[in-house]
């Protein structure tokens, strides 16, 4: 089916008038009318408000061009399985399992495959031809591919606990014990900050895989503390409910 035909089922699904549906993102009804007639297609920015509304992705909105998979695991996604970003937004990445709320799921390979290995396995698949053919196939995933970007040369697990230790280092006041730390999306995490001079900054890629944490101030109140870090740098924030009211705590290069 065409993205044409799809708007205009969707629409007709959703009960929405053109000119509802065209107010609900901020087109005309003209504009609305040329895309059911093929004349135009949604730019990107309107895909993604059209995906929030008819809860699609915006690969079935153009018409499934791609066969998608989750670059965790390897599972083909469809709009009943893919993850969505704590605003609603499809990610279309990864399935509900490996990406939830802008957190993954799994930080280490080896848990992602002993945990198949025990749930796919049948009496046309062992066990352990699961672990052989997803221990080959994850690595070409872009999220594995990512930890080896975050991690650099040295073993990812050794890599967490010495960040885990430098956090513990910096002795901030309230701040508790670090003791683990999870995989975060950057855009989940990237919040913006206002510097002495009054400029509001950001200091994340939305797109880049980081490790972090939030934790309760130790001296209780509406403030946490949330924690990011990467090869290159740790910053501590403190913040209250959602994320609401930000401050930089401390951004230091490693």
Partial sequence: ?????????????????QDELAEKVHVTRQAVSRWENGDTTPNTETLKLLSKIFNVSINTL??????????CCGMPLEDANISKEPDGMFNEEYCKWCYTDGEYTYNNMDDLIDYCSEHMANEHFTSNQVRAYM????????YWKRYSELGGEENFEQF????????????IEG????ESLNALVG???????RLPNGKMVKFLDDSATYLGNQLECKFG????????ANMDFLLVCSFEKDGENPELVMYRKR
């Fill in 1 to 17: 089916m065409e993205t044409k035909n799809i708007i205009q089922e969707l629409r007709n699904r959703a009960g929405l008038s």
């Fill in 62 to 71: 153009l018409g499934s061009p791609r066969q998608l998979i989750c670059q």
């Fill in 135 to 142: 221990t080959e196939m994850l690595p070409k995933l872009n």
């Fill in 160 to 171: 967490k606990q010495k960040l885990i230790q430098e956090f513990n280092e910096l002795h």
């Fill in 175 to 178: 701040m508790p014990n670090v």
């Fill in 187 to 193: 855009s989940f995490v990237n919040l913006e900050y």
């Fill in 221 to 228: 109140g509406k403030r946490c503390f949330g924690l990011v």
